[in-house]
């Protein structure tokens, strides 16, 4: 099989989160050495150090630093479970072997490391993310399996038991999961020229029956709502090491946005972290003005909607025009529509018409 | 490549979902051509009717029947309804295409066909089954997919631009989605000789990368939750076709516990349908017993959780000495406890040790 890698940054990714890893150890212990209580440095997550970054497109954390040092009697307990947990994800990471946030809150009892609740273990997580300047799925600490993808793209695998193994992703008609074999692998070949990001199971399967795959050249990707960051990490590969475009469909009401909003700008929650956003992804729809040229079927916006999309008018990912156009369209017809909706014009309306149309209209 | 191939029902079920609903729609024209206004029967699916079979393990409907007319005023809706639902998934199922509830309910539009809500369509498609005597899945109305399998089984696909190619289920070590393209597969060829059913995804992948599915020859299944009624008669197909034994791993808590017993004897809601359940599953763990011998991390019971025990003693389907003698242990020790809890002991116990266990005692 011809083989043509396309740039890769697993296996530097794997390297630079041992290595940082190994260099917090060693810092740890340089200090005690040097007969210093040890201590550790990090960009504060509080609110008041979070800011948006006009040109990353992002959430970003400031200057502020907190420090947690061994001296403190308060910081003992976080001190050692951040130390804990930077021991417990290297061994992860050099045995190859992932994990999941809950199972890093029930393994801190074999290691007769004790977290008050699930909460606090997450949060001692997200510190070492903050500390390494990576992202947990980087140290093998994964978030369920959900979401999935279908289309030309073969990739190579690097877990154990596969290394050099390929697959190309249209084998299983259905998709495969989106898993850490699949996150971790390289990207051999593709003849697709665009992403397709979809946000419900039906409307994947209809695309995948449609062959939207062939007739618009691309990889089809399931978010299966609000994405995992591992799917978003991929789709951030897609486009940067493959270099195609990717395109986002969701349902036509606040929380559909939203899950675009984040596949482009990521969240608040990980303003700590990059490599998870495609800042030039588009959301192709369903818009609210979609709802009015298409005259789609709707329900009524609830209370907890339009109280949703007040906080998103003022949210400052989305100052663009575009976005307030939309808000303020959503507002305005007090409506939401499903992406099921555009089968009111038959099934293959939307691949037939909607779907050309939209990708054209957000090129 | 060497084919074995295995007893299938998946041909014969295409086919005799098409020959139900053409039967259906001929006994319409013929009662039309007699001059009779058209009618259907099917059995009653009120509470009433529906009865626990000890026999056949699962609910079933009983003797009464109930009549939908054209004749009958109130009947006019619900009865045209229904024969747009049959003509709709033939033409569904003629043309190889799958739908999903949500579909239904917008596609009926492009008919003309008016429903109030989707509760309305969805009951619609209930009596579509009833009537039938088929699963909605046999005439191509499925559920979102989110569960997956992974295990040394290879399949021989039957959908359109797939017809005979085969995939080995172990391809993609994150999983394969179970959808309409793996359900309707044929099986081909296996080395395993046990099912293994997971209720959360860690848990899976856990298994996946401890190699379970090799040091068991176990083909693994991810239910996420309550499996959707796709994976379950996929359980059951892996079951009767292939003989191999089923057990299931959830949760210790009260909705672990039914997940189980849907896949074992379905659910009241599905009593006008069989070749969803699999008798001879057994629920292998974690039960409130395990809690206990294993002394895992728990939870306190909450009032739901308690609520939820007292109606599962009084169900018919919990009625065997080992049900009955878990729910009055979760009562009496008022606690829960995880998959996940196992990881206490290391990240490979539940692997090592609890897994062998549990599998020989449930033999």
Redesign the interface.
């Known amino acids: 099989m011809e083989k043509k890698k396309f740039k890769s940054t697993v296996i530097e990714r794997r390297k630079e989160a041992l290595e940082n890893l190994e260099s917090l150890g060693i810092k740890i212990y340089d200090q005690l050495d040097k007969g210093f209580f040890p201590s550790v440095e990090m960009p504060s997550r509080s609110l008041e150090n979070i800011h948006y970054d006009p040109l990353l497109r992002q959430f970003i954390l400031g200057d502020r630093k907190v420090r947690r040092s061994a001296r403190n009697i308060r910081h003992l307990k976080p001190f050692t479970q951040l130390v804990w947990a930077a021991a417990f994800s290297h061994e992860l990471t050099s045995q190859r072997?992932?994990?999941?946030l809950?199972?890093v809150?029930?393994?801190a009892?074999?290691y007769e490391m004790t977290f008050t609740d699930q909460q606090e273990s997450n949060n001692i997580i997200t510190d070492l993310e903050t500390v390494l300047g990576l992202s947990r799925e980087d140290f093998n600490i994964?978030p369920?399996?959900?979401s999935?993808v279908f289309g030309d793209l073969t990739i190579e695998?690097t877990?154990?038991?596969?290394e050099g193994r390929t697959?190309n992703l249209t084998?299983?008609?259905?998709?495969?999961?989106?898993?850490?074999?699949?996150t971790s692998s390289e990207f051999v070949k593709t003849t697709a020229d665009k992403v397709i990001a979809i946000e419900?199971?039906?409307l994947?399967?209809?695309f995948i029956?449609e062959?939207v795959h062939k007739k618009f050249n691309a990889i089809l990707v399931l978010t299966?709502g609000q994405s995992p960051r591992a799917t978003r990490h991929f789709i951030r590969r897609l486009n940067s090491e493959l270099n195609l475009p990717v395109y986002i469909f969701t349902d036509g009401d606040p929380w559909g946005m939203h899950i675009a909003m984040v596949i482009i700008s990521g969240s608040a929650n990980a303003a700590h972290l990059r490599e998870l956003n495609t800042p030039d992804a588009k959301w192709s729809g369903v818009w609210a003005t979609d709802i009015v040229n298409y005259k789609l079927?709707t329900d009524p916006l609830d209370d907890v909607d339009i109280k949703r999309l007040y906080e998103l008018q003022r949210d400052p990912r989305y100052k663009d025009p575009l976005w307030q156009r939309e808000i303020k369209t959503f507002m305005k017809i007090k409506k939401k529509a499903?992406q099921?909706?555009?089968?009111?014009?038959?099934?293959t309306y939307i691949v037939d018409e909607y779907l050309p149309a939209k990708l054209e209209e957000t090129k």
Chains 1, 2 share one sequence.
């Open positions: 072997k992932t994990s999941t809950r199972d809150y029930y393994s009892q074999a994964f369920e399996e959900r999935a695998y877990v154990p038991g596969y697959l084998s299983h008609p259905d998709g495969v999961l989106i898993g850490p074999a699949l419900k199971g039906g994947f399967t209809r029956e062959n299966a079927p499903e099921e909706a555009f089968s009111r014009y038959g099934l």
